[in-house]
């Protein structure tokens, strides 16, 4: 029946109360399969969701022009309907945020060909990302680890993109650090494989910063 024709996803974000915490959740809601994607289909799509859109903050996109239009009439329609328009803050509003977030840690340069930074300059995501690599699909290396370290916390996947969303990585990260360092050492001494591959030279290498525990406390900031 929807053969040939768009998908359109709708998830939804929300603050939900889990006991005395307020939390941010995203949670599927249904999906739309279009013949046309042009701005007025995908209003009609908005339209026709089994929700109401009373309390509707804001509308994240992937940027397509076509989109920015459909915005203007979501936000017509939110102001003819409930009398406010929608917050905006720019072409995709979720990933305006992540890389808000991400510049201030990994650092920007002031200008184009300037040597000036601001932010952090600690480029985090070039640690989390290695360290998943590293044992993804390798489970001789796990076995290794495993044995050398008698420990089973095994890094999680690192979205470069959404970073607000990197916070159980970074915690599990700070948590193997201890056992990382056993597993290198125990690499160094020949008891284990060596692994042959990038991703184990660039997590030794941010392991040797006596920093590296510190730089991952982003996780914190970025908890709700």
């Known amino acids: 029946m929807y053969l040939h024709k768009k998908q359109m996803d709708f998830h939804i974000r929300m603050w939900l109360q889990k006991g005395e915490d307020t939390v941010v959740s995203t949670r599927y809601l249904t999906s739309a399969f279009l013949g046309k994607s042009a701005a007025v289909d995908i209003v009609d799509a908005f339209k026709s969701l089994p929700i109401s859109l009373a309390g509707m ?3 994240s996109m992937d940027g397509p022009n076509v989109n920015l239009k459909a915005q203007s009439y979501i936000d017509q329609y939110m102001y003819d309907d409930f009398g406010y328009k929608l917050l905006n803050i720019g072409t995709c509003g979720l990933h305006q945020i992540h890389n808000a977030f991400k510049g201030s840690f990994m650092g920007n340069k002031l200008e184009e060909g300037s040597s000036s930074w601001h932010g952090a300059e600690w480029d985090i995501g070039k ?11 390798a489970p001789a290396r796990l076995a290794d680890y495993e044995t050398v370290t008698e ?3 095994f890094p999680l996947p690192f979205c470069s993109h959404r970073w607000l969303e990197n916070i159980k990585p970074a915690d599990r990260a700070i948590v193997m650090i201890p056992f990382l360092s056993k597993y290198i050492k ?9 692994p042959h591959c990038a991703s184990f030279d660039t997590v030794k290498s941010f392991l040797d910063d006596p920093l590296a525990m510190s730089k991952l406390f982003f996780a914190y900031i970025a908890s709700p």
């Open 186 to 194: 125990a690499v160094q001494e020949s008891r284990v494989s060596k």
């Open 57 to 59: 903050v804001q509308v």
């Open 127 to 137: 640690f989390l990302s290695p360290l998943f690599n590293l044992f993804n699909e």
């Open 151 to 153: 420990s089973r916390h």
